[in-house]
């Protein structure tokens, strides 16, 4: 079982940067591919960027492309959605999430098997 658990979440202002973290407790994400997601209020969860779990690929959200960057430092085994530029419109609660020999194909939260909690993300104008 591999439990996730986000940070790094809070309120900035348009423009600012920010960078979530996604760590991995009881396994590491070894041979694990890793999503980001998020939702905004009355939206559905949508795709936001994925890490393929050789680390060799990434794929992104055209509203996000050359803003964001998923990345993995596997000295502390911690995945990271660094994001700059930030818009209002990226204000929602953002969740990562693994699933073993995940590629970047895989941008539906059905592809995934393990999530975590969430963390808001708040971008004022």
């Known amino acids: 079982q591999v439990q996730l658990v986000e940070s790094g979440g809070g309120l900035v202002q348009a423009g600012d940067s920010l960078a979530l973290s996604c760590g991995a407790s009881g396994r590491t994400f070894d041979n694990y591919g890793v999503g980001w997601f998020r939702q905004a209020p009355g939206k559905e969860r949508e795709f936001v960027a994925a890490?393929?779990?050789?680390?060799?690929?990434?794929r992104y959200v055209d509203s996000v492309q050359g803003r964001f960057t998923i990345s993995k430092n596997n000295a502390n085994d911690t995945v990271y959605l660094r994001m700059n530029s930030l818009k209002p419109e990226d204000t929602a609660v953002y969740y990562c999430?693994?699933?073993?020999?995940?590629?970047?194909?895989?941008?539906?939260?059905?592809?995934?098997?393990?999530w975590g909690q969430g963390i808001q993300v708040t971008v004022s104008s």
């Open positions: 890490l393929s779990w050789n680390g060799y690929s990434t």
């Open positions: 999430a693994a699933n073993l020999y995940g590629l970047t194909d895989q941008i539906k939260q059905t592809d995934y098997e393990y």
